[in-house]
């Protein structure tokens, strides 16, 4: 569903010199996966997970979802491959003018869906996060849980392959994170879609993903797979991150 | 005060009854041409400002430097100078430099990059992560400025409205009295040239309360349009 081959990023230091984000990964991405991105602060796991949908456009290496190259693609066509990837954001980033059904709405008119279609997709999605009573509500009156399943909802919405979350617990406590985690998992049981998920705590790839890379430095130092809450880890970076939990 | 005096004001403004009126009609004209072409075109400029602006969509340092360089140097001129140096566009456009259709042609060349300025503080605000969560659903640029940039704006773009709109009540005077009217020009002429303070007075007192109406009017809509 998703490989990275060899990709790399950098970036400029403000005072020179270069900061190897992502330093020549490889990771390959299975179909109805929740796949976890774990490491510290730095280790270059948001950068990875941008690069999937190009908000980060790789120096090296190419990005491969669903088959297709994006790094190969026109802005036209990518912005139309865009379509079939969701996003949830730490901070929500929720357009503050506009309500939570027109917030869940927003990526199926840039998508050029017609009204009618719109209207009934987005009663759906808001009844997948159970906040069909909150529809014409703006994000400043919901609670930080809130605003991130209209997050998920919108990212539901035009019906993605692949959902990339990025920290999307971070800001939330432990009870509202959980019930963020099981709507995450419930979306993909019940829709199929792949879900990749950065976090810095094991808690969150222990309760819901079915592997996770372990980052450290831009590269990837072992992939970890998850069976009933546990975590099989054999870098000594993993049975640290697994301690700190 | 006596009796007499107060009459004496009210025979004063009565007999100018017709000119205020006309003046008003005068500065509105003014105003609305000048403000409606700073928004037309100051509205896009500051647009255009902010994306070319380092770590925006459309980042661009050689553009964004002379668009700012021009905006700044526009800006520089003190009014009245401005409006002098302009005289021969004027005649140009509007074929005539008096009145107050021809007064409006410097009034826009101050107003555009004004506002221009304005509107790209404004989309600052925006948070990045908005403007970012937009390009990752596929958003064309086009799309992220009319349903992200100007909708997340649009308070704060009616704020910057509002205080264009009071700066350049106070500029149409100037305007007014090298032949474009309004009300400043009446104050200056009957109040200043013949010594008739109570016109002064009284088309001061007029300003305070458009200019009172107009703060009004624009903190009501901003507020209402503001939803975060």
């Given at each position: 569903m998703i490989h990275l081959q060899s990709v790399s990023k950098r970036f400029q230091h403000p005072e020179g010199g270069w900061f190897h984000?992502?330093?020549d990964t490889t990771l390959s991405i299975a179909q109805g996966e929740i796949f976890g991105l774990i490491g510290f602060s730095g280790a270059g796991k948001s950068t990875l997970l941008r690069l999937i949908n190009l908000l980060e456009r790789p120096d090296a290496g190419r990005v491969l979802v669903d088959g297709q190259d994006?790094?190969?693609?026109s802005a036209r066509d990518l912005r139309h491959a865009r379509q079939n990837i969701g996003m949830v954001f730490q901070q929500f980033?929720?357009?503050?003018?506009?309500t939570v059904a027109q917030n869940v709405a927003f990526p199926l008119e840039i998508a050029g869906w017609s009204k009618a279609d719109i209207a009934q997709r987005v009663a759906e999605c808001l009844d997948v996060v159970h906040l069909s009573d909150r529809a014409?509500?703006?994000?400043?009156?919901?609670s930080g849980g809130q605003k991130q399943r209209v997050g998920i909802a919108r990212a539901l919405a035009p019906r993605p392959h692949v959902i990339l979350a990025d920290?999307?617990?971070?800001?939330?406590?432990p009870k509202t994170t959980q019930s963020i985690l099981s709507c995450l998992k419930e979306i993909n049981q019940r829709f199929g879609v792949t879900v990749v998920i950065v976090t810095h705590e094991m808690g969150v790839v222990r309760s819901v993903c079915h592997r996770a890379a372990v980052l450290d430095q831009g590269s990837v130092v072992e992939v970890m797979d998850i069976a009933g809450g546990e975590v099989d880890a054999r870098s000594e970076l993993a049975r640290s991150l697994l301690e700190a939990a | 005060m006596d009796i007499a005096a107060l009459n004496a004001i009210w025979q004063d403004l009565s007999l100018l009854g017709p000119e205020i009126a006309q003046a008003l009609v005068e500065t509105a004209l003014m105003l609305g041409l000048g403000l409606a072409s700073a928004v037309l075109l100051g509205g896009p400029l500051g647009i255009v400002l902010y994306l070319t602006r380092?770590?925006?969509?459309?980042?661009h340092r050689g553009l964004h430097g002379v668009l700012g360089w021009c905006v700044n140097l526009v800006r520089s001129f003190p009014f009245i100078i401005l409006m002098v140096s302009l005289v021969p566009l004027t005649r140009l456009i509007v074929?005539?430099?008096?009145?107050p259709v021809a007064a409006s042609v410097p009034l826009a060349f101050a107003a555009i990059p004004y506002f221009a300025r304005l509107v790209e503080q404004t989309l600052r605000?925006?948070?990045?992560g908005v403007i970012e969560a937009a390009e990752a659903m596929g958003a064309s640029p086009w799309q992220i400025i009319r349903k992200v940039l100007l909708n997340e704006a649009r308070a704060g773009l009616i704020s910057s409205l509002t205080i264009l709109t009071i700066s350049f009540l106070s500029y149409t005077a100037v305007a007014g009295v090298?032949?474009?009217?309004g009300i400043g020009d009446l104050a200056i002429r009957y109040g200043y040239y013949r010594f008739q303070t109570d016109v002064m007075v009284a088309m001061v007192l007029l300003l305070v309360v458009i200019v009172q109406a107009i703060q009004f009017v624009g903190n009501r809509l901003a507020h209402r349009l503001d939803k975060r």
């Open positions: 984000a992502v330093d994006l790094t190969a693609l980033n929720l357009l503050a003018n506009r014409e509500h703006y994000p400043a009156q919901l920290e999307p617990t971070s800001a939330l406590d | 380092p770590g925006q969509l459309f980042a074929g005539s430099t008096i009145g605000e925006i948070p990045r090298v032949g474009g009217g």
